[in-house]
């Protein structure tokens, strides 16, 4: 039955092309059905191939299914691994998915586009699923671009708005300068170890290279630069927000679930290169550290809903990054796993809220939404806790794995633990000012929408995935034979009820300016110095604004001014020195005779006298 | 024999398509359709075949003018097969896109086409150098009148300048041959022209350095690179569309094929120590050609530029010189025939309806016409380098084979990747994304692709997804051509060392 | 009687010559164009036969019958094309034949 993994590709690949080729010409039932049902035989037999791996007690299996290309010693096949970690990957991936395949199939109902949604849908899920379960570098690479474009279609979806397609280039091309950094990598490591199949690769690594060389720093820097990219960290962040231009469900799945995780699965997988450069990886736990804090203000002070829960996504990625900096192979992954519970919950429930308030996206646009929301009241107040690893939801387990790990490394372990639990404050605070500006207070909608959006099609998943951000924790992910015994990291009790109790006492300041309102904003806000932060913190710390200024100004300044190409000019040049020429030599042929005749007269002459004297 | 059959088809098809037209102005197309399928037919035959003597898979040598040593010698081999089938294929894709677009002369039209595909069938078999410059010539002027006759508003300065531009450079092209030949009559006492023959020519130095240079500056020319590659954004945007494809799917290639087949393995040593600066030239056509592609208004001068854009990645795959380098040209070769076949044909399809090539009179299209829209969204993504199709193969491995040559210059390589997104994505966004734009143009004659054109199209995107996801199947065919021609050209420059 | 020398003739065909160069070059009148030209013509003549005779040949004298001949056509087309010219231009000025010019 394992040998049966390549169908799990197959099946969204399948659809996809059903649903290309029949170009909305099927009715939306049957469109649902293809774009969710795909997805959803794919977790079936992800789930199957997934209980008789673990029970057969092997450490991976190896699927292979045709030689990509061969050449010289260059020979990347088309071939599947299943490990613990693509296990965890393509469980997250297809479960998830499928649920939230299963919410889109209500939320984009009214949509005329319904069958090119989940065509793209369902070609994300191939790519995605790919890029988990390949066993070399260049397969991770086709899927790795495969979810760059089907990311930049369904950002641009709505394509009449050209701000969508903006948005959707922006981050096709910012996560493409982290995508050619990943192939250099790639081009490096062919080049040193003669191989890219992962793992062979891997071996040859801890053979040849000591820790700390040079070679090694410089393939883990490239693959970093890649996955910053995809993942929106520092310093290719800027295109997360953005990104939120697409539909919600996309949001959840590829901004939040999968894709932008796909960084911290590179990380993982490639993790000897990373151990044998150490300098390198401690970056990645600096990138996290600033990234988490940074997002963490950011969302402090954004006013649309899904920007908040982008922002959020950054920030709980930068915690991945963290652990991985920090060694915690498994803590990360595994805080991979329940974000992905909780931020598509987070997500989808908001996408109730947007459709229940007819396309509102601003949270002061809203309020007092308890009562007519009941699911999506239900579904935040558990994300929300997830998010803020209130103590037994799933979050909860997952974060505190990294922060204690984090404190168990030397050197910078402290910086890091604290600077997370600076961040888990922060989420406190931002996550329940969401919560309560929505669901409490004052209603600041233009009407209080009648009923809650959707039917069992979206509610069903939402409880899903409650019940998951809240059992979740307690899935063992069975990591171990892949990155080795994970160390076990004490901390006194002191401290550890200092981390737990940090993000409450978050969530008890965001209580306080927002629900009884004991201290008001406005208070806060009166001081200039308050309102410059706000706007900064609000423009992503001017990174934006950055970058324009630094490469997309020039780029256009220079495309700009030459456009006719300079060396185009080069041979106009040689044109007009012909034609300068010509203008001047065509005066000897003034068309007299009488010039013509002394002229030969003079040459004959002037022979003569040549010849007579030479 | 097989190798004259190929291109006395098309030399004769061409002929009868042109007399047919004072039968029944229809014929010429139809004549024409049915001598390429002929060739494709026959083609076939190559592909099953053995390689036979040396390696050759077909070949036929005759005596043509003995006193000169110039004999009439086509010969085949895997390279050559793969660029032949991509030459039929594209004449069909050609004549289909001509189908409804010439209207005016059609015969003659038919004729010229097809003689400019016998003179591509001569150029990638020619090995006599002779013979080769010969067919270099037949496949230009055909060219010429292409563009000059049916060509678009500016036809007349493009036509020109294409014609000069090749011309003055196969003359350095010939006077580097004639000057190769001199030095064979010197060393081993008889004049030939035979390509086995003129491999044993050895010259040094300086004036290696300069012949190479000849047969370098002819193929860079028609490949093209900077800084000798504006002829063809004019040539390109002014050309009918099914001289637009044959110009970028094919005429492209005889510039890289030259440079595999004669430059290099001529003159090892010569390029060896040219090849950084060759290198460097790619580079900078990469990326110089991928910003100027971004600013133009025109399509059809944008995709022009990408095409110099992505022929660099072939001549920085050839002057790496190593196995995967040499397989990602080829492959690139094969794939951007494709690819950019089809965006001039879509182009020139968009042009046909809407008589404009401005993209600023353009805007909003999906809705009005989205089929046409996710075939250019397709081949767009196949331009980019996405994986999974063949664009993504040859880059790759290019990029691959010429990092382990030169690390910097790939690094700068690989951020045409980066400007490749930015340039394809903006084609779309400009045309088929945003408001719907008609002020320009009448909104009736914006139709939908037709059958037959999805027919071609479908065609070509079978064609890319096979080179991108099955590609063993082409590299099989062209490995042991490249292995040995790798390994000739080390043996030379190792024997020559040693004396 | 003694003979004229040598020199003495060919300085003549010289002055000759140079006679009808400068009028072929000076003169406007197409028909003393023709003229000098004319003079040019004898003038060569004149040379051939004095050189001929300084050697004691004849060939000299059958070179003049030659030019003579020559002349005779060449004044039979000249003249024609001066009727042509006069009809078409009504002049016989010589500046006036530059179309060519460009």
């Not at chain 2, 910003?291 to 995709?303: E, P």
């Not at chain 2, 809705?367 to 196949?382: D, E, N, Q």
Request: aromatic share 14%; proline share 3%; with cysteine.
């Amino acid at each position: 039955m394992q040998d049966l993994i390549w169908l799990l590709p197959t099946y969204p690949v399948l659809g996809f092309l059903i649903l290309v080729l029949t170009a909305g010409r099927l009715p939306k039932n049957i469109v649902a059905i293809i774009g969710a049902g795909s997805v959803g035989l794919s977790f079936l037999t992800a789930a199957i191939i997934a209980t008789q791996f673990l029970s057969s007690g092997e450490d991976y299996f190896i699927r292979e299914v045709w030689t990509w290309m061969a050449v010289g010693n260059f020979s990347p096949g088309f071939n599947f691994y299943l490990d613990g970690l693509s296990l965890v990957m393509m469980l997250v991936i297809t479960g998830v998915g499928f649920l939230i395949h299963l919410y889109a199939t209500g939320y984009m109902a009214d949509d005329p586009s319904y069958s090119r949604f989940f065509s793209y849908m369902n070609l994300f899920i191939a790519a995605m699923l790919m890029l988990v379960l390949g066993d070399n570098l260049v397969v991770l690479y086709l899927g790795w671009e495969g979810v760059g474009l089907c990311s930049y279609l369904l950002i641009g979806f709505w394509y009449a708005n050209p701000d969508n397609g903006y948005a959707a280039r922006k981050a096709f091309v910012v996560t493409r300068i982290g995508d050619t950094a990943m192939a250099l990598g790639l081009f490096l490591l062919f080049a040193e170890l003669g191989t890219l199949n992962i793992q062979d690769m891997l071996n040859s690594a801890e053979a040849e290279w000591k820790v700390g060389d040079g070679l090694a720093v410089v393939a883990a820097l490239l693959l970093l630069g890649g996955a910053v990219g995809k993942s929106a960290q520092l310093p290719l962040q800027t295109w997360l927000p953005d990104a939120m231009a697409g539909p919600t469900p996309i949001s959840a799945l590829i901004h939040a679930a999968t894709m932008v995780t796909a960084g911290v699965y590179l990380i993982a997988r490639t993790h000897i290169l990373f151990e044998l450069a150490p300098s390198v990886q401690e970056l990645v736990g600096w990138v996290g550290l600033i990234t988490l804090l940074m997002a963490g203000f950011i969302a402090l002070t954004q006013s649309d809903i899904k920007r908040i829960l982008a922002f959020s996504t950054m920030s709980q990625i930068g915690y991945m990054f963290l652990a991985l900096g920090v060694g915690a192979w498994s803590a990360g992954i595994f805080h991979l796993m329940t974000h992905a519970f909780f931020k598509a919950l987070l997500f989808l429930a908001s996408g109730t809220v947007i459709l229940s308030l007819h396309h509102e996206q601003n949270i002061f646009k809203m309020g007092a939404l308890r009562q007519k929301l009941p699911v999506s009241f239900f579904s935040f107040l558990v994300g929300s806790l997830a998010l803020t690893a209130f103590p037994y939801t799933s979050g909860y387990f997952s974060k505190d794995e990294i922060l204690i790990a984090a404190h168990g490394l030397e050197g910078p372990g402290m910086i890091f633990f604290y600077g997370g639990v600076l961040g888990a404050f922060l989420t406190g605070i931002y996550t329940f000012r969401l919560f309560f500006i929505v669901f409490f207070g004052d209603s600041n909608a233009a009407h209080l929408p009648e009923k809650e959006y959707g039917g069992w099609n979206m509610n069903g998943p939402l409880i899903a995935l409650i019940i998951l951000s809240l059992i979740g924790g307690f899935f063992a992910v069975p990591l171990d034979p892949v990155f080795g015994q994970s160390e076990e990291h004490h901390v006194s009790g002191l401290l550890h009820t200092f981390m737990v109790a940090t993000p409450l006492i978050g969530i008890a300041i965001s209580f306080l300016i927002f629900y009884t309102k004991t201290i008001p904003v406005e208070k806060l806000m009166v001081s200039s110095f308050a309102q410059t932060l706000h706007k900064f913190w609000n423009s992503g710390w001017g990174f934006d604004w950055l970058y324009d200024r630094l490469i997309v100004f020039p780029f256009l300044w220079l495309a700009r001014i030459n456009r006719a190409d300079v060396i185009d000019g080069f041979y106009a040049l040689v044109v007009e020195i012909s034609r300068a020429a010509n203008g001047m030599i065509v005066k000897t042929q003034t068309g007299y005779l009488r010039w013509y005749a002394l002229s030969v007269a003079a040459g004959l002459i002037v022979l003569i006298t040549l010849g007579v004297l030479l | 024999m097989i190798l004259v059959w190929l291109i006395s088809i098309l030399f004769i098809g061409g002929i009868i398509a042109w007399l047919s037209e004072r039968v029944n102005p229809y014929y010429p197309r139809l004549i024409a359709l049915i001598t390429v399928l002929l060739e494709c037919v026959v083609m076939l035959n190559l592909l099953g075949a053995e390689p036979a003597t040396g390696g050759w898979i077909a070949s036929i040598d005759a005596a043509w003018i003995p006193r000169f040593g110039i004999s009439f010698y086509l010969a085949a081999d895997g390279l050559s097969v793969l660029l032949l089938l991509l030459t039929a294929f594209l004449g069909v894709i050609a004549i289909g896109s001509a189908w409804d677009e010439i209207k005016d002369r059609a015969g003659f039209f038919y004729f010229n086409l097809l003689w400019t595909l016998a003179g591509v069938l001569g150029v990638f078999t020619a090995l006599d150098l002779f013979l080769f410059f010969f067919f270099w010539e037949v496949m230009l002027i055909p060219m010429y009148f292409i563009i000059a006759i049916w060509g678009h508003e500016n036809k007349n300065y493009a036509a020109m300048k294409f014609f000069i531009f090749t011309q003055v450079t196969g003359m350095l092209m010939l006077v580097s041959i004639l000057v190769l030949a001199y030095f064979h009559s010197i060393q081993s006492g008889f004049v030939s022209f035979n390509y086995h023959d003129l491999l044993t020519v050895e010259t040094y130095g300086p004036l290696e350095m300069w012949i190479m240079l000849g047969f370098f500056i002819a193929f860079t020319t028609k490949l093209p690179s900077v800084p000798f590659h504006s002829w063809l954004p004019d040539a390109h945007s002014q050309a009918p569309t099914a001289g637009s494809v044959i110009l970028a799917g094919i005429l492209l290639k005889t510039g890289a094929y030259g440079l595999i087949r004669f430059a290099v393995p001529l003159f090892p040593e010569a390029s060896m120590s040219f090849a950084p600066f060759a290198m460097t030239l790619a580079a900078i056509s990469i990326l110089y050609c991928a910003k100027v592609a971004f600013a133009q208004v025109d399509i059809k001068r944008l995709i022009a530029y990408t095409s110099v854009s992505h022929m660099g990645f072939v001549t920085l795959g050839v002057y790496a010189w190593n196995e995967q380098a040499l397989q990602g040209a080829v492959m690139t070769m094969l794939a951007h025939g494709l690819s950019a076949a089809a965006l001039f044909m879509l182009a020139g399809g968009l042009q046909h309806r809407i008589h404009t090539r401005n993209m600023s009179d353009m805007g909003g299209f999906w809705g009005k016409v989205p089929r046409m829209a996710v075939v250019v969204l397709f081949f767009s993504i196949a331009a980019l380098g996405m994986p999974g199709l063949g664009n993504f193969i040859g880059e790759f491995l290019a990029l691959l084979g010429a990092f382990q040559v030169n690390i910097p210059l790939t690094v700068i390589s690989a951020l045409g990747l980066i400007f490749a997104s930015v340039y394809s994505l903006w084609v779309i966004q400009k045309i088929f994304h945003g408001e719907y734009v008609n002020s320009e143009f009448d909104d009736n004659h914006l139709t939908d692709l037709t059958h037959r054109e999805m027919v071609y199209y479908t065609a070509m995107m079978i064609g890319l997804i096979w080179m991108g996801m099955y590609p063993q199947s082409f590299l099989t065919l062209s490995q042991p051509v490249l292995i040995d021609l790798i390994s000739s050209a080390e043996g030379i420059v190792t024997s020559v060392v040693r004396n | 009687m003694e003979s004229i020398p040598v020199e003495h003739g060919l300085i003549l065909a010289v002055i000759l010559f140079s006679i009808g160069l400068i009028g072929v070059l000076t003169r406007r009148n197409i028909v003393f164009v023709l003229m000098s030209l004319e003079i040019m013509l004898n003038a060569g003549g004149l040379a051939f036969i004095v050189a001929a005779s300084r050697w004691g040949h004849a060939e000299g004298q059958i070179m003049f019958l030659i030019i003579l001949t020559l002349a005779a056509a060449e004044v039979a087309v000249g003249l024609g094309l001066i009727l042509q010219m006069f009809r078409r231009y009504k002049t016989v000025d010589i500046n006036v034949l530059s179309e060519m010019k460009g």
